[in-house]
Nanobody, 123 residues
Framework: QVQLVESGGGSVEAGVSLRLSCVAS????????MGWFRRAPGKEREFVAS????????LYADSAKGRFTVSRDNAKNTVYLQMNSLEIGDTAVYYC????????????????WGQGTQVTVSS
């Protein structure tokens, strides 16, 4: 069993940066691909980014490319999402996910989820 706890969300103005963190419990973190999803008001949960167990490979949604960076520190059992140049359209609940069984872009592929952290971007 893996437990994921996100933090770092908040209410910010457009253009600023935020860094989300996700701390994972369990001994298998260093062997798990990790991911970030988000759910905007009235929309389905969507893929944002993923990172392989060693950090050697990352994948981003088109909306995140160039602005968001996913990274991890296996010694701390933590994965991060650095979000720069935030836009109003980035307003959402952001979720950390672990251990996909299929294609990482699909929500149904992931076995474990955190409870989410709210990010609100205003003008």
């Amino acid at each position: 069993q893996v437990q994921l706890v996100e933090s770092g969300g908040g209410s910010v103005e457009a253009g600023v940066s935020l860094r989300l963190s996700c701390v994972a419990s369990g001994r298998t973190f260093s062997r798990s691909t990790m991911g970030w999803f988000r759910r905007a008001p009235g929309k389905e949960r969507e893929f944002v980014a993923s990172i392989a167990s060693t950090g050697s490979s990352t994948l981003y949604a088109d909306s995140a490319k160039g602005r968001f960076t996913v990274s991890r520190d296996n010694a701390k059992n933590t994965v991060y999402l650095q979000m720069n140049s935030l836009e109003i359209g980035d307003t959402a609940v952001y979720y950390c996910a672990a251990d996909p069984l299929g294609l990482v872009r699909y929500e149904r592929s992931w076995r474990y989820w955190g409870q989410g952290t709210q990010v609100t971007v205003s003008s």
